[in-house]
């Protein structure tokens, strides 16, 4: 399985990226894809989350701000972020496969694949 995540830089405050992960080697049409993010000295946290059936779900500092899609016949999963604050600021890594669990107030996403990230740099 081959994960080639693109679409990171720099940006305003404000500004908007969207980031592309495109997947090899596995039925993508099958998989939940998501992305995940690690500031500088903090751990990878959850982002967003769409399951084969393109149903999406956000971490709440997200929601209303960032987009996840994606597009079977490419094989690829969409990040749309609007809105970026300096706190964006991290590496994106991109996910496919694995098991979603629906808590009470909270989504875990547990991926059976990882991307290379790419850098987002938002500056304010």
């Known amino acids: 399985v081959q994960l080639q995540a693109s679409g990171g830089g720099l940006v305003q405050a404000g500004g908007s990226l969207r980031l592309s992960c495109a997947s090899s080697?596995?039925?993508?049409?099958?998989?939940?894809a998501g992305w995940f993010r690690q500031a500088p000295g903090k751990e990878r946290e959850f982002v967003a989350v769409i399951t084969w059936s393109g149903a999406g779900t956000y971490a709440s500092p997200m929601k209303g701000r960032f987009t996840i899609a994606r597009d079977n016949a490419k094989n690829t999963v969409y990040l749309q972020m609007n809105s970026l604050k300096a706190e964006d600021t991290a590496v994106y890594y991109c996910a496919v496969g694995g098991i979603i669990t629906q808590l009470t107030t909270a989504v875990i996403y547990k991926p059976d694949y990882w991307g290379q990230g790419t850098l987002v740099t938002v500056s304010s």
């Open positions: 080697g596995r039925t993508f049409s099958r998989d939940h």
